[in-house]
């Protein structure tokens, strides 16, 4: 598996490049912004990106997406409980102060039970409300990798406070993650570093708060 993340835009949202290494077909989730960075990344790894998944629709996660879509002419997938947030992305810009990134268009939504593939890499969609009423994560049950976009942090959890944030519902969303998978699943959340199910059940205190 070919992963390269790559922190994007001023609020450093962790975008992943996944690809196969045989058939070099790709997916891009989370292109916040920076876009021709990620270009320059697909570029050298000689990707053919398939798919663009977003797994909220907060600006610092979707921003970039249509300027990849024209570049590459892959699908944008988001679940549809988040799509009005995504008509809020002119205000979602004017509370963090950026440019807004125009009319996001969505190809197709994705929830549980959902499979996402590229070459023969597969990810089984799983979703995980609270962030936003949308939120999924991509879990990579091979490579025992879950992409868990402003879900899960090392340390802490989404934030709830914006539009469509419920705490009942995140809480809910991490216990069933740390308990359907297995303790050794790298964990690359949406921002900061990277951790793994095992550490965050024995020191989150998200998860260790009975
Ligand atoms: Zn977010």
Not at 29 to 51: C, E, F, S, T
Not at 83 to 93: G, N, S, T, V
Not at 121 to 144: D, K, M, R, W
Request: charged residues 20%.
């Amino acid at each position: 598996m070919i992963h390269e993340i790559l922190p994007v835009g001023p609020l450093q949202c962790n975008c992943s490049i996944i690809g196969d290494e045989t058939t070099r077909e790709a997916m891009v989730i989370d292109p916040g912004d920076d876009i021709d960075d990620i270009l320059a990344l697909i570029h050298k790894h000689n990707l053919q990106v398939k798919q663009i998944v977003i797994t909220h629709a907060h600006i610092d996660h979707v921003g970039g997406a249509m300027k990849l879509r024209a570049a590459t002419g892959a699908p944008i997938l988001l679940n549809e409980n988040d799509h009005a947030l995504l008509k809020m992305l002119d205000a979602q810009a004017a509370w963090i102060g950026v440019p807004p990134p125009g009319k996001v268009d969505i190809d197709r939504s994705v929830g549980s039970g959902d499979k996402l593939r590229a070459g023969s890499l597969e990810a089984n969609v799983i979703a995980t409300p609270g962030h936003t009423e949308g939120s999924i994560c991509l879990y990579f049950p091979t490579e025992q990798k879950l992409i868990a976009g402003d879900t899960l942090f090392a340390g802490s959890i989404g934030r709830t406070d914006l539009p469509g944030g419920s705490m009942q519902k995140i809480l809910r969303s991490v216990h069933d993650l740390a308990h359907s998978l297995p303790e050794n699943t790298i964990v690359v959340p949406g921002h900061g570093p990277l951790t793994t199910i095992g550490k965050e059940k024995e020191t989150n205190p998200f998860l260790t708060r009975k």
